[in-house]
Structures are given as C-alpha cells and as structure tokens.
C-alpha cells in the first residue's frame, strides 16, 4: 500500500499521514493533528503570499 505523505513544517522533509488521516508524523519529531496540520500549513502559504504582495508592492 502506498503511504501518502506531506511536507513537514518543521524540518520540510517528508512527513507521514497514518493511514486513517488522522496524524501526520515526522521523523524530526513533530507530530500534529491532520486539521491543525492543514491550517498551519494554509497559514503557511498566506504569509508566503503576503509577502510576495509586499515586496511586489516595493516594485511599483
């Protein structure tokens, strides 16, 4: 069975989803719910663009 994976916000390797989608589990220790691993991810990527907007923003 293949196991699905995710990136770790700590370390940014690869993380372990369990196979019933409730964990995701990194070797580097981190270990989180999989709804609280999507929204830190999602605020992740939101200050990622943010900054992208900012810095744009320089530019003009």
Do not use: H, T, W
């Not at 940014?12 to 999989?34: H, Q």
Request: aromatic fraction near 8%; include cysteine; hydrophobic fraction near 35%.
């Amino acid at each position: 069975m293949n196991m699905l994976e995710a990136k770790c916000p700590i370390c940014n390797k690869r993380a372990r989803v369990l196979d019933d989608m409730s964990r995701v589990v990194c070797d580097c220790g981190y270990e989180d719910e999989y709804d609280a691993y999507l929204e830190k991810m999602k605020d992740r990527i939101y200050s990622m663009v943010e900054e992208f907007m900012l810095n744009g923003q320089d530019k003009i």
